[in-house]
C-alpha cells in the first residue's frame, strides 16, 4: 500500500535513513499500525511498531493544555505578567516585566532559546556528540540562566511580525504551572492528562532512562554515537515525556475533540494563532498556543537527541495519525503527518 512504502522510506531514503521508524493511523473505517527497521543498529533486533518512545516537543502540547485548563478554573490568565509568578527569574530575562503567558505559549516573547543557541553551544547543544554534556543535569532555573546569559533578547515581546521558536518558553510554562498548583510538573501531567486519559505508559522522564527502557536512540549517522543516555532534565516541560504511538493517539483525539477542556471555546483560543505565527513553519502552518495548525493537521512535532515524531489529528476526517524513529534527524518530523493525510484522502484503510 502508499502507506507501507511512505514507511519504507523513512529508513531506505537517502534524506530519511533511520534506523526504525513507527506509523499509526487511526481512520473511522479501521487502523493502520507498523513498524520497520530495527530498534538497534548493532544488534539488529526488531523495532516493534508500540515501543515507547520520547515525545520530545510535542510535550508542548501538555503543557499547554495544562495552562488552559488552569485557565478555565479562574487560576491564570494569558494577559498576566510572568513577574506575576516567577518574579526573580523575571527580573533575569531580558524585558521580564513585559511578557505574559500568552508570549510564552506562542514563542513571540523574544527570550532566546537555551537549546540550540549560540550562547549554550559550549553545553546543552554540544550533547549531540559528546557524553559528558549529553549526561549532564539541569534545574528548570539553570536552563533559563543559561538562555538569557547573553543579557540581550531576540526581539522585543509581542514585537509585530517577530516568533522564534523558544523551549525556554515552555520551562517558564512549566514553573508557572507548579507556582499556580502548588504540584509539580510531574504531577500536574498525571491528574490532569495521563489519569483521565487512562494512559499507562505515558509519563516525565527524569534524567537518564532506565537501561532497556527505549530502543537504542541516535542523533544521525553513522549510527555510531548512541544518545539513550540524554538527560531529559534538559527538556522537562518542553520536551521530556515518553509515551507510545497508542498512547499519543488518545491524547491527540481527546484534546482535538475538547475532552480535556469543559468549554469548546477554551479550545478555539488555544488553536488561535497570532499574526506572527502564520506561515512561520511553512506554508499553511498556523502555530497557536502551544501546537501547529499545519494545512489543516493538528498536533505540533517533537525532538530530542535521540527521536523524531510527528502527531496530527484530522477532525474533518476523525482521523490521528503518529510516526517516530529513532533517529533525530530526517523525514519523521513535522510534514510528516501532512504526507500521510495527502494518502489517506479518498483512500479506506482496512482493519
Known sequence: SELDDFLSRMIWDNYANSPGASLLVITPEGRYYKSVGVADVAKCDILHADSPYQIGSNTKLMTSTIIFQLIEKGKLSLTDPIGKYLPDLAAQIPNGNQINIEMLLTHTSGIPDYFGSEANADDIA????????LTKGFSPQ???KTAVRSGKADFAPGEAGKWKYSNSGYILLGLIIEKVTGKSYEKNLQECIFKKLHLKNTFLQKGQPALNALPVAYYQQPFTFTTNEWNASQ??????????????AIFLKALFTGKLFKKKSTLDLMLSSPAAGKNVLGEGTFYGHGMLNNNGVLGHGGQTLGFLSDGGYLPEKDVTIVMWSNRATGATNRIAAVQVAKILLGQNLSK
Open 126 to 133: 554540544g550533547g549531540v556528540n559528546n557524553k559528558a554534556i
Open 235 to 248: 527538556g522537562w516541560s518542553a520536551g521530556a515525556v515518553v509515551s507510545t504511538a497508542d498512547e499519543f
Open 142 to 144: 539553570e536552563l533559563i
